[in-house]
């Protein structure tokens, strides 16, 4: 019972924080929506620091069951995974209307400068999605130019995830999100094609056609 609790205050937590961020969700509300006394909260978390702490590492634990499975199981390809993971991004943008994007990204953005042990589980969360963006890369790499660096490379497409949702939501528009990914699947694209034959540095190939000048 007592692990229910706490759960419960966890999961009302991480709603409320993706929803309406981190500062603007009040204790009471989080008791409130988790449907427990007051006191069961300063039971388990005597700050609100502690508590979006255990939210962090909610996300943490649940990264492959909550966000990887459904597409894993879904697209056999590890490159197509990549897109897939993206592709589920773009949906969570239609279903809430913009509303909702990265919870990691959000609240990095909201606490990064203020809240240094959270900064630290932010970190790690990332730190594990691009590491299964990664794993991805690894399992193509015999389709992928000879020496080139996954990690880099699942750090762009980090990179690329984030901004692209950024701004579909500041814009409520699918199209700098979409623009963002048809570029990214085509430097994917590049890749494949030229394989291990590839030697010419990272990004060194204009875009030009996407521009309409070819």
Request: net charge negative; proline share 5%.
């Amino acid at each position: 019972m007592e692990a229910n609790t706490r759960d419960r205050l966890v999961v009302a937590a991480r709603d409320l924080f993706l929803a309406k961020g981190y500062n603007a969700t009040g204790i009471n509300e989080i008791v409130r929506t988790a449907g427990v006394h007051p006191g069961s909260l300063y039971h388990y978390f005597p700050t609100k620091e502690d508590l979006l702490v255990a939210v962090l590492e909610w996300y943490r634990d649940h990264l492959y069951d909550g966000l990887l499975q459904p597409v894993w199981e879904r697209i056999d390809d590890p490159v197509e995974r990549v897109f897939g993971l993206l592709d589920g991004y773009r949906q969570l943008l239609e279903m809430t209307n913009f509303d909702l994007g990265c919870p990691i990204g959000n609240l990095a953005l909201e606490l990064a400068n203020s809240h240094p042990k959270a900064r630290a589980l932010m970190q790690v969360n990332f730190v594990q999605w691009t590491g299964a963006i990664r794993e991805c890369l690894d399992a193509a790499a015999d389709r992928l130019p000879e020496g080139i660096d996954t990690d880099s490379l699942a750090t762009h497409v980090l990179t690329v995830m984030e901004g692209a949702v950024m701004l579909a939501r500041t814009q409520r528009s699918f199209e700098p999100f979409d623009r963002a990914i048809l570029h990214l699947r085509d430097y994917f694209d590049r890749l494949l094609a030229d394989g291990t034959t590839w030697s010419a540095p990272v990004g060194c190939r204009p875009l030009s056609h996407l521009r309409g000048d070819e």
